[in-house]
């Protein structure tokens, strides 16, 4: 089993950065594939990217070219640095984490989430 721990949300203005940060326990954190979903107030949550084991990435086509998911498997710590930020963007974000790479839009473990917030 692992525990995440997301940090790194807050405040920006449209056009601005964010860098979230997520901490999972445990000592296979290499072996998951780790990914970033988010959810706006209203509405579903939704896929915005992964990174797998062997560090393929795979992006929401709204988020593409904007964002990039990263992970640093000696921290155990898998970020997602957002720029050129939307007030669509304003969401919920949850870290995740799978065992198998069919699960990957259907994590087997979910952090607590961190709220991104984006005024225009």
């Known amino acids: 089993q692992v525990q995440l721990v997301e940090s790194g949300g807050g405040l920006v203005q449209a056009g601005g950065s964010l860098r979230l940060s997520c901490a999972a326990s445990g000592r296979t954190f290499s072996s998951y594939h780790m990914g970033w979903f988010h959810q706006a107030p209203g509405k579903e949550r939704e896929f915005v990217a992964t990174?797998?084991?062997?560090?393929?990435?795979i992006y929401a086509d709204s988020v593409k070219g904007r964002f990039t998911i990263s992970r640093d498997n000696t921290k155990n710590t898998v970020y997602l640095q957002m720029n050129s930020l939307k007030p669509e963007d304003t969401a919920v974000y949850y870290c995740?984490?799978?065992?198998?790479?069919?699960?990957?839009?259907?994590?087997?473990?979910w952090g607590q989430g961190t709220q991104v917030t984006v005024s225009s």
């Open positions: 990174i797998t084991s062997g560090r393929i990435t």
């Open positions: 995740a984490a799978s065992t198998l790479l069919t699960s990957i839009r259907r994590p087997d473990y």
